[in-house]
């Protein structure tokens, strides 16, 4: 499981750094969206698949119609915006419950929620790509924030996990598993502060930041959690092997891009 996990990681970051290198990230983001929309469809809404297949694809395409050529006001109003969803969502965490039996006005309503942050993330994505010189560097920071934090977490978890985290979400994660992914995201953000001096950020800022981004990701990996536990489903997919489906591998970085985005715009580097 964990060598096919690695393979299809691989893979992923050689089709995303190919489409940085060769400017085909709106692209690349206009067919993760019907991807994803597809998926969050039938998590939520479950209409069918031809349904969601439609919704899907027209989100992709509205996406690519509307352009990615937005104003910074707006970026930074939806990222504020992001933001505050998702610590509203980890307010809510606290008190959730598992059901399994959602009306439909409630899975709508995670729908329609999960397209707003689906869509606050790319822009978000796309404004660290577009808006500075080493926008793809910074947007590949973000991303390597979730992933360092993940691997940290997986093996602090495995060896010293006794503390559950969340046992009405998700089971399998732990206190100690958190306290790993944080403190090898640490280690990471000091280096590459150290080659890239911050990007224009103190190291305070700069750390912040990361902190803030890393400990939110968790927050985005426990809500598509809930969401994939009153569906009855253990993944969202099975177009990734070994990791399930596309929102089984983003779902932490849909919701640490606001945060990071954020950061940015209050510590006045835009």
Not at 45 to 73: C, E, R
Not at 83 to 112: D, E, H, P, Q
Not at 181 to 201: P, R
Not at 202 to 208: D, I, M
């Amino acid at each position: 499981m964990l060598k096919q996990r690695i393979i299809t990681a691989v893979i992923l970051a050689v089709i995303f750094i190919s489409s940085i290198a060769f400017d085909w990230v709106n692209g690349l983001f206009a067919i993760f969206l019907a991807v994803a929309v597809y998926e969050l469809s039938m998590l939520t809404l479950k209409p069918g698949n031809a349904v969601s297949i439609t919704m899907g694809l027209v989100y992709g395409i509205l996406f690519w119609w509307i352009g990615v050529d937005i104003d910074h006001s707006i970026i930074y109003y939806q990222s504020i915006t992001g933001a505050v969803l998702w610590v509203s969502i980890f307010l809510y965490m606290l008190v959730y419950r598992f059901s399994g039996k959602l009306n439909a006005l409630v899975r709508s309503f995670y729908f329609l929620l999960g397209i707003v942050l689906l869509w606050i993330c790319v822009h978000d994505l796309l404004f660290l790509y577009r808006s500075f010189d080493q926008g793809g560097w910074m947007m590949l920071y973000l991303l390597t924030l979730v992933w360092v934090a993940d691997i940290g977490a997986y093996f602090s978890g495995r060896r010293f996990g006794k503390n559950k985290l969340a046992p009405g979400i998700s089971p399998g994660k732990t206190w100690e598993g958190v306290a790993g992914g944080v403190f090898a995201n640490l280690l990471w953000m000091l280096l590459v502060y150290k080659l890239t001096e911050g990007w224009g950020m103190t190291l305070s800022w700069f750390v912040g930041v990361g902190l803030a981004t890393s400990v939110i990701s968790i927050v985005g990996d426990l809500f598509e959690s809930i969401l994939k536990r009153e569906a009855g489903v253990k993944d969202s997919g099975k177009l990734l092997p070994g990791h399930g489906g596309v929102l089984d591998r983003v779902d932490s970085v849909i919701a640490a891009a606001p945060i990071f985005a954020s950061g940015l715009f209050l510590a006045g580097v835009v």
